[in-house]
Every structure is written in structure tokens, then in C-alpha cells.
């Protein structure tokens, strides 16, 4: 298993580094492995698996920390992966962010929790629950800006924890704000017991249906690909460790197991005999303290939630699906020296939602001499549109402070050609577009979460919750259910 | 603690220490606390704060759980380098932690002593450790990886005190945890143990025990117990499908490692299940979870994406409709890109090219110009491992022509010559469209890759001539492998046109290659050419014009034992690197002091940050050692090839030069001229039947297979096989051991037949037992050097188990009431007992024919004892050990009811009686 364990800032200095076994050289080996990862050939990001001098490395990057390793062993390294994945997940949980500041200041406390998640470079618990039990350090408040440090700030969101960033996007779905902000961001262990509802100690759970899309259309706007990688996203910080209850559409298919009931795989050609939309998932897992005893028979999942941020259930629907948005390229080269692009963005989701945050960027062509883009007439000067070439990208960038559902815009652009042979040539060198966004209370899929259900009671009924929508129980429970449907890789082909 | 432990690091001066000593001495509680807190700050910024050992260990004596960790991480930390300080803290927590009421307390003192690596204070543990074993099970599952961690300290004391056969009890613990742990340690000491005695094959009710284990383990459990059984063979097809069937559920996990580990267990246990339906029907049920695997974080996509293409290369079918989910989206890491790039190419066929070559030609538009190239790479070899897509290929490399993006264009040149190759005579319709890029081309492999078209299809090109002529002004400022084409393509046009304009050519540049290069291989071959065309021109013809040996498909570039080996590593590193485990990962590491090794390293890391992968490093250390004494190089040599050993690389391109002729013709292949993707390459496992002992990479060409036999007068023989895979021929091998336990040593050397290159030989080399001996325990490794003096004198070494059978004497006759009396001899030491599983049922049939096996290896059956239920076989051997005989018992147990044999051994060579039951085991199964 594995013979260290160690945290480097983005610097490459050593924050934490944790020897099991001896059969590798620990001082050397967090030097060894900054230079590789720096230096990896071509300038490319280095695998999360390489093997220098013998020993093997294992690396993730989260909050721009690096989180990794060695080996000498025949590991399994997507244990490894996960696991690492794990530890950073729990040292933020204890400590409400994960950045440098914040393990520097908690080294004494993650030295202590490293030694009960591992023993002798075998996984023991990763369960912050039990964890609980066993820590006795007590984590101490970073007091770096929060927005700036939080997991999910940065460049790549990661599975854990990328909704913190977004949130502050949620006010129009009338979801928290920014008092909640500082609560998505608190330590596990601050949660006092007893219906106190000072800071951080608010008796609630947040459950986040996250779909992020991966959509390509080809240039004649039909889909070469397209599908939905979704989680369902719990942040629990309930008093007392009750029992959910959690139900999802009773019209939910999941591939190969009851695919005879509706039809062809990754599609949504089932109409159930209720008339109702089937929503079909190609495929799905959970959490492993999800019971799913009565899943099969009405689609609700019962657990006892550990306390943090977990991944309930991910699922994948490849087949196709009604997507947000459709851009149509239309690209003239009637006019000599020049071309002129016309995009025109349509909004496919319902006139309800709204998209925070759209960003177009159009490539164009590298021998071009300028690209100059004119805005929809209307739209110029009033600050919800804005578009801009620049030319070290050789990119048109077209963004949208919001955009309605069902709404439509259009943008030209005009690129000029040193000579009139190179501008018909560099026709094929334009786009492809991509699109990224977030569009807050919807979902692709339609998966929908029926009825939350905090402790054994009635309470929190069958009516449901309405999307983005929060309640209470009768115990005095906050519930937060939210959705929210994100680009991941939304690419349309010119 | 509102200061927050940042204010433990703040400076750091002399007065400190003092300073702390003084307060953790106080009598206070927090301040005691927070002074420890202060130490251990420090120390974990790499400050030494040694000298406040004893002020530190005092403070253990607590009830404070966080006082008492704190205490332990400190302890941990220096006790490696102070162990005489540490064997005073031993007292406290052995005879008082270990006993505690607190479970919590106990854990932590179980969990520490076995960090504590200190020779002298082991003893101490285990009686704790016997304690620890049956207790709460929180306690019993830290004993459990406790007892790993002892038997990485001392495999004796493990086996003395019986530890193992607890382990073993634990699989069959109430409390999943304590299963789990119970086979992390069982499957560590087995992979550590140098002798392999401790053989942790799971029995068929064990593996019962673990799958019910499963469904309530941690994640992390699942992971460890998965593993345990992929190992698992099952007795029999029904076996196979009811493990199957208990697994297949794993694969819903959400943690990715479950779900990989699941999927190894499949693979592996279809391989014992013949029901076509059945595979079909579980082959389905991975495709799924698979998929899903790409929507974790990139770096386990990675993973997941390399274990995928070697799945598809067993189970093609498995993601066959799935094409789309391995396209690559634009903000994929260029890791995974690559990767998906590979399962594009593995999953195209005639049903969906029109789909990849469209994704293909749209990644040739993007910015990464080492994915850009790829892409086109991918195009090329959908080509030539999909007939009916060839047509279309070309037409999009023909369109990336036009682009005229310059390393497209040149990417997509090298492509075609692959598919001219694998389809000879169908497409030089293109040629014209070729000649038009050739201004652009300035990488020597698309020129080289042009030259060769040119010289190809010289015949059909009218101005090849005038071609040809350009290219040869520049003849001398070319790359080597430029030059070389431009050689044979000169020859070849000149052979097909024999006109005078060819023959001026071909005078240039024969005068050019022979006089003003400085490369041999340029010369010689220029030479071969001259001389075959001026003696007799017709032979050129048939040597130069012959035809080609067709271009394999090189998606499948494994063969299928090197795939079959890799796919019982699914999960694991070895699944990553495409490599087996033994080429990274030595089944027992050295143990080496953690110091020394920091030293030997720091020295290489000034070039280590340069070299990518482990390639390098091991090509460096295998060049061979010339000896002027061979014998003084010895244990350098040994030395060496340790290390060598750790780092060798198996990575291999083709097998076999062709034989001497075609050589001349052939143009880089498209296997050897593929970049290798990744640090790590393709791996090409040895598929003789002899195994490999020196593979060609470790000695320039020199390959040796073979193995110890009995050639029945009980004298072994070194049983060669030799093969010549450099460019000249080699003789006058000479062979050398080191000291070995049974003395063993060449009695004579090979004659001096020479092999010549491409050819193999095989040689029978006499061994005596009048080597030097190793001492110690009974060991069979040996240790081979062996000299070519025509490599300039070369020395390589390789490493060998000698086969017990092969050194057993053939043994007279010996009666029950002598066995019975040497068996219970005082002097009859060495005791070994082990349960031997084996796959065929017991029957009064099978039990005498395998006896007969023991017998043809000179295991000699005294006597055959059969009741009701049990057949009990006393059987001896007998080897020579320093000139005396000493004869090896054995006594096997067949319990017909239960299937199980047993077998216990005595000698009195220590050490003899573990190797003999492997070697029982191994000739019986």
C-alpha cells in the first residue's frame, strides 16, 4: 500500500508529508515529484499516475494544492485516487475550507486525522462521522478570504465541493444568499448540538441536483454527442444524526436493469403508462450509506447521512435531451478581404429560468487581421450584453449577464484578411464555439427529488418541494433542495 | 486555543527549547498541552527537536486521549532515529497503554508499536500483540495491519508466534472491518515474504466468508477483499458464475476503485466460465459502470481510460455502441485526451468510421499540435486495421492536406506511407497531391516517409527522377534515416528505370554515402547495394524489389499472453504502465535505511528532473559492464543487476529483426516508428517456452532462455536456449555463479559453435556441486554472469530459481521404519506444514497419480496408509549439500472427505522444508 502521503502548496513547498513505511526516501521524494509535475514534457499536465526512479506517484490537484502519494507497490491506483480525494474532502470538512493557510494552521489536526484515515498506507475511515469519535484536535479558523480559498474557487471544479463557488449565484432561485455562504463553508465539528441557531450552527441539509453537460453539435445543429453527468449533492449539517428519506421521480428507468419497460437505451422514448415523462438514467451509483431496500419499488433512498458534503447519487444519461441552448453559425465569404459571421443564440429552456453567467467564445482565424463583433441592435449599452475580440486568443468573446428562457440573440462578426485568397482558405479555421453556463433552478435530466423526509415522522410530505425551493420541519430542520444544470464540454461545430 | 496553532511556528531560537522543557514540565494541563503542541509544530516543519525525548515521553503518563497522541506522533517520529530513547517508552505503553480500559487507548498503542521500528523492542510487542488479536474490534482490526507491519520487521518472530495462522482466523471475524484489514495484512506478508512460503490462497469457504464480508465493509474493505479474490481460481465453472454473481452489485458503487476492483474480479473469474451466454451476460453488465468512470475527476479517468483499452482488447464488445462517450471534449486534460483518442481507434469499425473519422478531422483543427498529430496518426491506423475504411480515410488525410497546416500535412504523409504499405498498389492515385506538399516538408520522418513512396511507386511517377535529384542536393545535410531512404529509393529507382539518369543518381549517391558519411550503417549499407549491383544486378532486383511482409494492425498491439497477464492486473499501477508488476514493483523491496537511501538519491536527482519516465534511468543502468577480470566484477555486477532489476523495462517494439535481405527494403514500420504514448510504451512479454533469463534489452541483443534440469543420473544441467538478436555473430559465451546455497557451478563452458545473427542455438551446460556455498538458509536463487567476448568483452548477469526436483538425488530405497525413526530424530530441525490446494478432486486415482509425478522427480513414496476417509503418503527426497547427503521427509495428509490435502516436511537443513512444499505443490497441481 501506499509508503507516504503528502500536501504541497502550489509552490511546491511541503505543508504536510506523512511517512507509513520506509521503503521510500520521503525527504527526496516531495522535491522529485514537484519537478516532474513542473516540468513534464511539452509543458503538459502530467499524468495523475508516473513512476520516477522507482517509485510510483499519485497525485490530485484540489484548490490548487497538490494532494499525493508514493509507492512502491503494485497499488490500486484508483484507490489511491479516491482516497486522496477523500482526505482532502475530510480535512476541509473539519476545517470548513481547504487551502494552505488553512492546513498550515491545522497541521497538528491533520497529522492526527491522516493517522486514523490510514494505517500503515491501508485506508481505514474516511467517514467523517466516525472520525468524530476518534480526533481530539480541535480545527482553528482560517481567516483568509473565503470566497477566495473555498474548494471550489479556481479554474477546475472537482467533484467535492465545486457547488460552493456557485453559490452566491443562487439568489434569483430564491436559494440562499450570502448568509449562507459562510455556512457552506463552516467546519463539520463547529455544529453545536441543541437547536441553537447562531452562526454556523444552523440545524439544515442542503441537497444539490448538479448536472453538468457534455453536448457536441455538428454544423448542422443535430448532436455528434451529448450527455448529462449528474450528482445529487448533500451538504448535511443536521443536529442529532437522524434518518432521510429521499424520493426521486417514480418514473425513473435505469439502463440495462428495466430497460424492456421503455424502450432503447439512452433515450427518452418512455412514455410510462401514468402518461407522465420517464426520465431514463444509463446509469447510476450511490453513496455507501444509501439503503436502497425500497429503491427498486418507489424510488426512495433511506439513509443515516454522515455529516459534510457527499456524493448521494451519480448517475449518466447519455442519450439525447432537449438542450438549453442551440447556436446556429452562419458564415459569409461573399465580400472580398473579409468574412462575416453571424451567430444566432436560442435559449431551448422554459421562459421561468433564467441563465446566470453565459459566455460564447468564438475562435477565429489565426491569419486574420482583426475580428470586429456588433452586438443586436437594442441590446448596445445596456449592460446585459457584451462581446469583445482579443487578439491573444484569437477569440471572439460573447458574454451575457443573464439570459431568459426562450430568449434569442444575435451577434456579427466581422474579420478582416490581409489578402482575399486567405480570407476564403480560413473559412474552415473558424469556431468551433463554446459555451459555458449555469442555469440555475433546472435540469436537463428532469430527475427530481419527490419528498425529503428528515427523521421517521409524516412530516415533509408527499407535496414536495418546489425546485430551489427551501422548508422546514416540524423539528425545526431547514431543508434546502436546489438544482442547477452546468457546462462542462459544450461545444457547437461551425 | 484562540491563537490557532500558527503561533507554534513562529520563530525559532535558541532559548526555545528551554523554554518548552520548562513548560511542558509545568504542571498545568494546557500549558503542558500546548507546549507539546509547540514541539510537535516544529517537528513537523523538519525542526529537531530531539533532545526533548524524555520530557516529551513523560508526558504519555495521562488519561488524556489528545495529550496521549500527541505524545505517540512524536514518538513515531523519532523513535527510527533514536531507538535507545525509544525502548524507554516502551514500558509505558506496552505494559500500560496496551491494557487500558479505553479500546481507543489500546488501538492507539497497538497501532504505534508497530511503527516503532526497532529491532530490540519487537520482542516486547508480541505479547500485547497476542492480546490485541482477541479483543474489541476496533483493537483487533489496528492488530491486524499490526501484525504486517511486525512481519516487515521481523518475518521470523511472525511465524514463531503463530501470528499468521490468527490472520487467518480473522477472515472469519464478526466485524467486516477486521475481515477487511485481516487481508490487506494476509496479501501484504504474502507479496513480502522473500520465500514465498506464505502462499495466502484463499480456500473455497474462505472466499464464501469474504463476499459475505463484502456487503458490509467500508469502501475501502470492499477494495481489499475484491482484490483477495480476482486471485482466487475457482474450483469449478458453477464457482465462477455464483462469485460473479455476488460481485456484479459492486459495480453501482460510487467509489471508483470499487467499481475497478469489481470489474478485475469479473475478468478474471470469466475466464473459468465456458457458458457463452453467461459472459455475454456479465460482460454486459460492466459496460455501464465503465462508462460512468469517465465522469470522475480527470486524473481517475485516466485510470479508468487505460484499463478500458486494454478490457476492449479482450472484450471488444463491450463498448462497442458506446463510441461516443470517448470523444474528446475540448477541456479534457491532454492525458485524457490521448487516451480516449486510443479507445477511438480500438472501437472504430465499418459501422461507426464515418462518426470517428469526422471527430478525427475536427480534432486536427485544434491548437495542441502533439493532439493535432495524434488525431492524424488515429486516422492512418483506422486505415490500416479497417480495410473497407481505407478509401475514406485517405479522403480526409487528403483534405487535412490542403490545409496545408505544415505539421498536418507532414503528420499525414508519414500516415500514407503506412497505407501504402498495408495496401499495396490500390491508392497511388494520390501520389499527385502528395508531390504537391513537398516544398513543406521538413521533419525527417515525413521526408523519410516520402522518399520512401517516391522510391515505391518510381515505376508510376514520370519525374520521379527529377524528384529524386532535388532531394539529393540536400543529400548530406539530411538526417540519417533521410539519408538512408533516399539510399534504397535511389536504388529502387534505379532498378525499375535503368536509364542513364537514374545511374548518374545512383553513382552520386553511392560515392556520397560510402566516402562522406560518418555513419556505419549508411556506409555499409551503401556498400551491400554497390556490390549487389555491380556483380549481379538481377539479385538487387529480387533483394531490393521483394515483396514486403505484410503490416500488422496495430490496435491490438499486445499479444494475448502479455494481454492475458495484464488483465489479471486490472486495477492496479501495472494496468497504467501496461507493464507487469515485477518491471516496477519488486516482490520484496529492501528494507533499506531510510537515510542512506535520502543520500544515494539526492546524488541522481540533478538528472532525474530530466528524464521523463522509467525508460531512461533503466536504459542507463543496463548498459553492460566490461570486465577485464570477470570475476572481480562479479559482485559489482550482482550488485547491479539488482537494481537493474528494480527498474528494468520490459518495453519492446518488434520481436525480431528480419532476416538479412528484407532489411534493406523495409521502411521503419509503423509499430517502431509510433511514438510511444506516454512515459510508458508498449510491453512485450517473452512468449518462448523456455523462460527468459536475459532478455535482449538488458545486453544489446544477447538473448538467453533455459532452465535447471535432471538429466536423471542425478546431475543437472543448465538447459539454454540462446538467441543472437544482435547484427554480428557471437561465440564463445562463458558462464559464472555466484555463491549459491547448493554449491552449484558450471562444470563445463559452451563449445565455441557461433551463432550467427537471428539464429538460435541451444546448449546443455553440466553443473557440479563444487561451487562455493552461500550459507544461510536453504535458498534457490542463483546468480548468473555470463561473458560474450564478441560484445566487446560484455558481462551481463541474470538471476535464476533453481528447480528443486532438479537437484534431488535419485534416492535408494528406504524402509517405513526408517523413515519413521529419522522423522522423529532430534536432529530433523527444519519443520514446515502447509495445506496445498490443488484443482482436481481426491480420489484413490488422482492421489496415485500424482504420487507417480512426485516419484518421476526423485520424491520417492515410502509408504501409501489409507482409512475410511484419509490417505496418508510418507514420501522422501534426498540432496547433496557440501559433498554429504540430506534427506528431506515428507508426510501428506488426503482427507477424501474434505478435499484437503495436507503436507508437513522435516529436514535438517534449515530452511529446505518451505522450499520442498512449494516445490511439492507446484509438481502436484
Redesign the interface.
Known amino acids: ?1 501506499i509508503s507516504q502521503l503528502f500536501i504541497l502548496s502550489p509552490r511546491g513547498d511541503v505543508i ?2 506523512k ?1 507509513f ?8 521524494t516531495t ?2 515529484f514537484f ?2 509535475v513542473k ?4 509543458g ?11 517509485v ?1 506517484y499519485v ?2 490537484k484540489v484548490a490548487g494544492l497538490f494532494v499525493a502519494a508514493t ?9 489511491v ?3 486522496l ?1 477523500r482526505v482532502a474532502k475530510v480535512i476541509k470538512d473539519y476545517c470548513g475550507v481547504l487551502s494552505e493557510d488553512a492546513l ?6 491533520a ?2 486525522l491522516i ?1 486514523e484515515m490510514l ?2 498506507g ?6 467523517t462521522e466516525t472520525l468524530k469519535q ?1 480526533v ?3 480545527p ?2 482560517a481567516t483568509e478570504d473565503v470566497g477566495k480559498s473555498s474548494v471550489g474557487g479556481g479554474v477546475t471544479p ?2 467535492y465541493g465545486f457547488f460552493s463557488a456557485s453559490v452566491g449565484q443562487f439568489g434569483s432561485g430564491g436559494a440562499p444568499t450570502s448568509a449562507k455562504r459562510s455556512a457552506v463553508n463552516r467546519s463539520v465539528i463547529a455544529t453545536p448540538q441543541g437547536p441553537d441557531e447562531s452562526a454556523g450552527g444552523r440545524n439544515e441539509i442542503f441537497v444539490d441536483v448538479v448536472e453538468k453537460l ?1 453536448v ?1 453539435f ?1 454544423s448542422d445543429g443535430s448532436q ?2 451529448s ?1 448529462i ?1 449528474g450528482s445529487i449533492q448533500v451538504r448535511n449539517f443536521l443536529h442529532d444524526r437522524p434518518t432521510i428519506k429521499l424520493a426521486l421521480n417514480e418514473e425513473l428507468a435505469i ?2 436493469r428495466d430497460l424492456g419497460a421503455f424502450g432503447g437505451p439512452g433515450r427518452y422514448q418512455g412514455y410510462s403508462a401514468g402518461g407522465g415523462m420517464a426520465v431514463l438514467l ?7 450509506s444509501a439503503d436502497l431496500s425500497q429503491f427498486d419499488v418507489d424510488r426512495t433512498i433511506s439513509m443515516t447521512p454522515p455529516a459534510g458534503e457527499f ?1 448521494l ?2 448517475y ?1 444519461v ?1 442519450g439525447e435531451f432537449d438542450p438549453p441552448f442551440r447556436l446556429q453559425t452562419v458564415i459569409d465569404d461573399g465580400t472580398p478581404y473579409r468574412l462575416q459571421v453571424t451567430l444566432m443564440l436560442k435559449a431551448e429552456f422554459p421562459v421561468r429560468n433564467t441563465c446566470t453567467g453565459l459566455q460564447v467564445k468564438f475562435p477565429v482565424p489565426r491569419n486574420c487581421v482583426n475580428a470586429h463583433p456588433t452586438l443586436e441592435q437594442g441590446s448596445v449599452g445596456s449592460g446585459q450584453q457584451h462581446a469583445a475580440y482579443t487578439q491573444a486568443d484569437r477569440a471572439v468573446v460573447w458574454q451575457f449577464k443573464k439570459v431568459k428562457g426562450q430568449g434569442e440573440h444575435v451577434l456579427t462578426i466581422n474579420v478582416s484578411f490581409p489578402d482575399e485568397a486567405s480570407a476564403r482558405a480560413s473559412k ?2 473558424c469556431g ?1 464555439a ?1 459555451l459555458s453556463f449555469t442555469i440555475p433552478t433546472y435540469n436537463a435530466s428532469r430527475l427530481q427529488v419527490r419528498y425529503l423526509q428528515i427523521g421517521g415522522g409524516p412530516t415533509g410530505g408527499a407535496d414536495g418541494i418546489a425546485p430551489g425551493g427551501g422548508g422546514k420541519d416540524g423539528k425545526g430542520a431547514h431543508r434546502w433542495v436546489r438544482y442547477v444544470t452546468k457546462s ?2 459544450y ?1 457547437c ?1 461551425v | 486555543m484562540s491563537g490557532g496553532d500558527a503561533r507554534y511556528f513562529t520563530s525559532y531560537k535558541k532559548g526555545e527549547i528551554a523554554e518548552w522543557r520548562n513548560e511542558i514540565n509545568n504542571p498545568d494541563r494546557d500549558k503542558k498541552k500546548g507546549a507539546v503542541k509547540k514541539v510537535i509544530a516544529a517537528m513537523t516543519v523538519g525542526k529537531d527537536v530531539s533532545m526533548l525525548f524524555t520530557d516529551v515521553v513523560n508526558c504519555m503518563q495521562t488519561g488524556d486521549v489528545e495529550m496521549k497522541k500527541l505524545v505517540y506522533l512524536y514518538l513515531i517520529n523519532y523513535a527510527k532515529n533514536q531507538p535507545d530513547l525509544a525502548i524507554l517508552a516502551v514500558n509505558t505503553f506496552v505494559k500500560k497503554d496496551t491494557q487500558d480500559p479505553n479500546p481507543l487507548i489500546r488501538a492507539l498503542a497497538v497501532r504505534t508499536m508497530g511503527c516503532i521500528r526497532v529491532d530490540k523492542i519487537t520482542e516486547y510487542l508480541c505479547d500485547p500483540l497476542q492480546r490485541a488479536l482477541d479483543e474489541d474490534p476496533y483493537v483487533r482490526k489496528t492488530a491486524a495491519i499490526c501484525v504486517a507491519k511486525l512481519f516487515d520487521i521481523n518475518a521470523e518472530l511472525v511465524r514463531d508466534r503463530g501470528f499468521l495462522h490468527q490472520l487467518h482466523d480473522l477472515l472469519a471475524d464478526s466485524n467486516p472491518m477486521v475481515v477487511a484489514n485481516a487481508v490487506a495484512a494476509l496479501s501484504e506478508v504474502q507479496h513480502s515474504s522473500s520465500s514465498g512460503i506464505e502462499n495466502f490462497t484463499l480456500a473455497s469457504d474462505t472466499v464464501h466468508k469474504l463476499l459475505a464480508a463484502l456487503n458490509e465493509c467500508t469502501e475501502w474493505g470492499q477494495v481489499f477483499i475484491l482484490d483477495s479474490i480476482s486471485s482466487y481460481s475457482p474450483q469449478n465453472e458453477r464457482q465462477a458464475e455464483s462469485i460473479i454473481e455476488r460481485v456484479t452489485p459492486r459495480l453501482q458503487h460510487a467509489n471508483c476503485a470499487v467499481v475497478l476492483s469489481a470489474a478485475k474480479v469479473l475478468i478474471s473469474q470469466l475466464e473459468g466460465v465456458r457458458n457463452s451466454d453467461a459472459v455475454s451476460h456479465a460482460v454486459r453488465k460492466l459496460a455501464p459502470p465503465l462508462v460512468t468512470l469517465l465522469s470522475a475527476e480527470s486524473e481517475i479517468q485516466y485510470v479508468a481510460l487505460r484499463n478500458i483499452n486494454l478490457i476492449i482488447q479482450r472484450y471488444p464488445d463491450v463498448l462497442q455502441d458506446e463510441i461516443k462517450v470517448f470523444f474528446c471534449k475540448y477541456n479534457d486534460p491532454a492525458f485524457v485526451k490521448q487516451e480516449k483518442l486510443e479507445t477511438m481507434v480500438k472501437l472504430a469499425s465499418q459501422e461507426n468510421i464515418e462518426q470517428v473519422l469526422l471527430e478525427f478531422k475536427e480534432y486536427a483543427t485544434e491548437v495542441d499540435v502533439e493532439f493535432v498529430r495524434k488525431s492524424v496518426r488515429a486516422i492512418g491506423r483506422c486505415a490500416v486495421s479497417i480495410a473497407d475504411s481505407a478509401e475514406r480515410c485517405i479522403g480526409v488525410l487528403l483534405e487535412l492536406i490542403k490545409t496545408k497546416v505544415n505539421y498536418v500535412v507532414q503528420e499525414a504523409i508519414v500516415v500514407i506511407r503506412d497505407i501504402f504499405r498495408r495496401y499495396p498498389d490500390r491508392y497511388e492515385g494520390v501520389i499527385g497531391a502528395l508531390c504537391d506538399s513537398l516544398d513543406s516538408l521538413d521533419e525527417p520522418e515525413a521526408k523519410a516517409s516520402m522518399v520512401w513512396i517516391i522510391g515505391e511507386y518510381a515505376d508510376r511517377i514520370d519525374n520521379a527522377e527529377d524528384l529524386m535529384d532535388v532531394f539529393l542536393e540536400t543529400f548530406s545535410d539530411e538526417a540519417v534515416d533521410v539519408q538512408l531512404q533516399l539510399l534504397t529509393a535511389t536504388v529502387k529507382l534505379f532498378l525499375k528505370k535503368p536509364s542513364s539518369g537514374p545511374q548518374n543518381l545512383i553513382q552520386k549517391v553511392l560515392h556520397q554515402a560510402t566516402s562522406d558519411t560518418d555513419d556505419p550503417d549508411l556506409r555499409d549499407r551503401a556498400y551491400v547495394y554497390w556490390r549487389l549491383l555491380s556483380s549481379d544486378p538481377e539479385a538487387a532486383k529480387e533483394v531490393v524489389l521483394a515483396s514486403k511482409p505484410m503490416m500488422s494492425n496495430d490496435r491490438a498491439y499486445l499479444d494475448l499472453e502479455a494481454l492475458q497477464q495484464l488483465l489479471r492486473q486490472v486495477s492496479t499501477l501495472s494496468s497504467v504502465y501496461y507493464k507487469i508488476p515485477s518491471a516496477f514493483a519488486p516482490r520484496s523491496t529492501n528494507i533499506i535505511n531510510g537515510v542512506n537511501l535520502d543520500e544515494t538519491m539526492s546524488s541522481d536527482l540533478a538528472d532525474s528532473a530530466n528524464k521523463k519516465g522509467a525508460e531512461n534511468s533503466a536504459s542507463a543502468s543496463l548498459s553492460p559492464t566490461p570486465g577485464v577480470d570477470m570475476l572481480a566484477d562479479l559482485n559489482d555486477g550482482f550488485e547491479a543487476a539488482a537494481k537493474q532489476s528494480a527498474s528494468a523495462n520490459l518495453d519492446s517494439f518488434a520481436a525480431f529483426p528480419e532476416s538479412p535481405g528484407t532489411f534493406l527494403t523495409r521502411p521503419s514500420s509503423s509499430q517502431a516508428s509510433n511514438p510511444s504514448s506516454g512515459a510508458f510504451a508498449k510491453s512485450t512479454l517473452p512468449s518462448s517456452r523456455r523462460p527468459v533469463l536475459l532478455s535482449e534489452h538488458a545486453s544489446s541483443g544477447l538473448r538467453i532462455s533455459g532452465s535447471i534440469v535432471s538429466r536423471g543420473d542425478g546431475m543437472p544441467y543448465y538447459d539454454f536456449l540462446i538467441s543472437n538478436l544482435t547484427q554480428k555473430p557471437l561465440t564463445g559465451f562463458q558462464f559464472q555463479f555466484n555463491k549459491n546455497f547448493f554449491m552449484l557451478a558450471p562444470e563445463q563452458q559452451p563449445d565455441d559453435g557461433m551463432i550467427s545473427p537471428g539464429e538460435s542455438k541451444s546448449c546443455m551446460i553440466p553443473l557440479s556441486y563444487l561451487g562455493t556455498s552461500a550459507g544461510g538458509k536453504a535458498s534457490l536463487l542463483l546468480q548468473v554472469a555470463v561473458k560474450s567476448p564478441l560484445q566487446n568483452d560484455a558481462i551481463f548477469y541474470f538471476n535464476d530459481q533453481i528447480p528443486l526436483e532438479a537437484i534431488l538425488q535419485p534416492a535408494a530405497e528406504m524402509g517405513f521404519e526408517l523413515f519413521t525413526e529419522i522423522w522423529q530424530s532430534i536432529r530433523m530441525v527444519d519443520k514446515c506444514t502447509k495445506r496445498l490446494d490443488v484443482s482436481w478432486p481426491l480420489s484413490g486415482a488422482s492421489i496415485e497419480g500424482a504420487l507417480a509425478k512426485l516419484e518421476n522427480n526423485k520424491f520417492n513414496t515410502v509408504s501409501l496408509k489409507s482409512n475410511d476417509d484419509a490417505h496418508v503418503a510418507f514420501v522422501m527426497g534426498k540432496i547433496m549439500l557440501a559433498k554429504s547427503e540430506e534427506y528431506i521427509l515428507l508426510q501428506i495428509t488426503f482427507a477424501i472427505g474434505t478435499g484437503a490435502i495436507d503436507a508437513a516436511c522435516r529436514s535438517r537443513v534449515e530452511g529446505i522444508s518451505d522450499l520442498t512444499l512449494l516445490a511439492v505443490h507446484r509438481l502436484m497441481s
Open positions: 500500500m504536510i508529508n511517512q513505511r520506509l521503503d521510500v526516501p520521503v525527504k527526496i522535491e522529485v519537478r516532474t516540468f513534464w514534457k511539452d503538459d499536465k502530467a499524468p495523475a499516475v508516473f513512476s520516477e526512479d522507482g510510483n497525485h490530485v509507492t512502491r507497490k503494485n497499488v490500486s491506483p484508483s484507490l485516487l479516491e482516497l480525494h498550515r494552521k491545522n497541521s497538528i489536526l497529522y492526527e493517522d494505517d500503515h491501508y485506508a481505514q475511515t474516511t467517514d476518534r481530539f484536535n480541535e482553528i479558523h472537482k467533484k457534455n457536441t455538428a455528434v454527442s450527455e453527468d439502463g440495462g444509463d446509469d447510476c451509483n450511490f453513496h455507501e456524493a447519487m451519480n449518466r447519455a474552415k479555421e468551433p463554446t462542462s464540454s461545444v461545430r
